[in-house]
Each structure stands twice: as C-alpha cells, then as structure tokens.
C-alpha cells in the first residue's frame, strides 16, 4: 500500500511516496518556484537516477500533476498507476482549536481549515491549495489533513492562556497552540519504542531544534507545554526568529524606527535569532566556523542559543514529576555534536551526564548520557513524512 505525503508551502511543495508494508520511501521530491520564472521539479526515486526539470509551474495543480506523471513514469516511475496510491497525506500547518488529530478530509474539514486561516495567514492557504489540487487531479482518493498543532491539544489553559484581557481568547483565539506536533509526537512514539515502555507512560522533554526550533514537556506521551505559541515565533531564538522577546520592544521600535506592524513582523521573522545577534548567518554551521574564527558575536548567538534550551529544559523539570528522557531531533538535534555537548554540559546540576563518545553521531538513533546520568539523552532522527503517512493510513483503514 503506498500513501502520497504532500507538504505544501506557498511557492514551493516536497512530497514522498511511502510504501507503508516496507515503511520505505519509493519517491521523494521538490517543486519550487510554483508562479514565479525558473520553476523546477527535482525527483528522486528510490536506487535510480535524481531527474531534475525546469519547466512552467503555474500553480498548485500543475506542480502535483508533475508530480504524480514522475511517479509513474514509465522509465523512472516507481509504480505502474496512480491507482495504487491508497490516500494522500497532507501537512496542515495550523488546526487551531478544530482539529486535536488527524483527519479524513471532506467539505466540512475544508471549511473548517478556512477559519484557521487568520492564525496562519501564509501557510494554511498553501495547504489549502494543495488539497484542492488533489481533489481535481485524484477526486476518487481519500485524503487526510495532519496538522502541526494537533499533538499540542492536549495542553492544559494554565499552560495556553496569555495573561491578556480574556476577551481577546474569546474574540480572536489568541492562546498558545504550539508546532513541530508531528515531530514531537514522531519521536515521542520512538522514544517509547526505544525504551521500551508503553507510550502513554513515558515523561519526555522533546526538543525540535532546526531552523525553526520548539521544545515540548509530555506527560505520560501527552503534550503539557512547549515553547511556540499563537505562532512559531515565540520560544527559542531560532535561525531567523527573535524567539520571546519582550513585548514592549514593539512598540518601542515602531515609536522609535517608524516601522509598522508588517515592518516589525518581517524584522521579527526573519532578521533576527542567530541570525540577527551574529550578522553572520542563519546556519548552525556557519556560526560555527565564525566562532572558531574567533567571531564574538557568532560564540553569543550560540551561547544564547544553548543557554535558551536549557532555561526550556529547567522549566520542564518543574512541570514534570519525573523524567524519562530528554530528546533531541531536527537538524541541529540530530547533527549539532557541540551544541548538543553545550546544552548538556548545563544540565549537570539535575544528576544530567552526556557521554562525550557517544554523543559524537550524527543523525542516528542513539542514548548518548552515562550509565550514572539521572535522565537519558537521546537522539532521535525525526520523520514527520512517516508520521503523516502513519496517521494517514490509520485513519483510511
Ligand atoms: P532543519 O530546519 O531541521 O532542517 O535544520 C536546519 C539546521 O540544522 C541548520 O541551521 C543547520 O545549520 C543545522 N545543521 C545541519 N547539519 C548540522 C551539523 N552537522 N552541525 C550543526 N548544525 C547542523
């Protein structure tokens, strides 16, 4: 059985093929430039040769229409028909309060999706819009809405409310929702599996860090806190995103640079984090050739960084009545040997020991803390597609 997972950004769109009885990837891929000049789509099917072709993508339904005549290409197609792809599986970015899981996507859903499209005004549409080109292109095919948000449902209001007048969570749903889900709930299945211990009974601090980075608390595999918010601005500083700052500092800025709101969110998103305390970049491993250059403001972005993570991680002790273990994922998680050694070499004041041989891996399955650590240390490759097609499947079965 193979389920066509689809994450669509706005101008862009990756998608995977997974045959689910072999839990393998068949094809994987990248349209870009959808509605702009140069467009492309890279195609790589599985033990043959990448096919890359730059061609006019006007829009969503072109994009998966390439995609679905590289699959079944008679020379590097994986499979014979579109027939046999059993569902497709789509990455919503937001739920809001509608959706606590995973759903079969029909008009309602869609409508329902259309009201969470103020809390995410440049994702969802995309999502959107890749949906809509599926239901043209496949109309016979069930498909599934898998949402950054659901897993973070489980959050208490003690943890969700903003201490803002309580009107403006009635009015306009401001609260905290949290992201990365589907990444947290992956390797929080994982994590279970790796220790052996029944998912709904594992205590997890989880954290995502890439170029958008989150931590989350699960409680007994359900989520009780984590570090984005109404948006995935808030937490960490992340590659180009401020994390949480004071808020004051808006309007500070809009007073004193005469900046608007649009002004002030572009700065916010994408000017700062590592990138804006650095100057250098936005890339964990540039920052990390600075540093060793000797760029001060480089070793700060870092250090603010790391000490981020480990505040996060004390906050989650507090939250939490024991911990199993403390996870790391995304790209700086699963490759970021020093960061991984930063961080950890903080936490020795919780009984936390990492062990320096076995930290040094990189995307790979491993408990890296001693024999005597209170808490394990694990890495564990995240796999959102996986994911996706996993709760696809389940719910067209
Ligand atoms: P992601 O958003 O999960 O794809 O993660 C991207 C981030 O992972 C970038 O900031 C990269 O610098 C970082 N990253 C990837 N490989 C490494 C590595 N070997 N060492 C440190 N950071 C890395």
Redesign the pocket.
Known sequence: MNILVINCGSSSLKFQLIDMEKNEVSAKGLVERIGIDNSRIKYEPTGKDEVEQITDIPDHTVAIELVLNSIIDKDHGVISSLDEISAIGHRVVHGGEEFNGSVLIDDAVIKAMEKCIDLAPLHNPANLMGIAACQKLMPNTPMVGVFDTAFHQTIDPVNYIYAIPYEYYEKHQIRRYGFHGTSHKYVTQRAAEILGKDVNEVNLITCHL???SSIAAIKNGKVIDTSMGLTPLEGLPM?TRCGNIDPAIVPFLGRKENMDYDAIDAMMNKKSGVLGVSGVS????DL?NASKEGNERAQLALDMFHNSVRKFIGSYFVQLDSVDAIIFT???GE??IT?RAEICKGLKSLGIEMDDELNNV?GKDRIFSTENSSVKLMIIPTNEELMIAQDTLSLIK
Do not use: L, Q, T, Y
């Open positions: 890439g170029n958008g590659g936005s890339d964990f491993r990390e995304a790209g700086v490759n970021g960061s990189r």
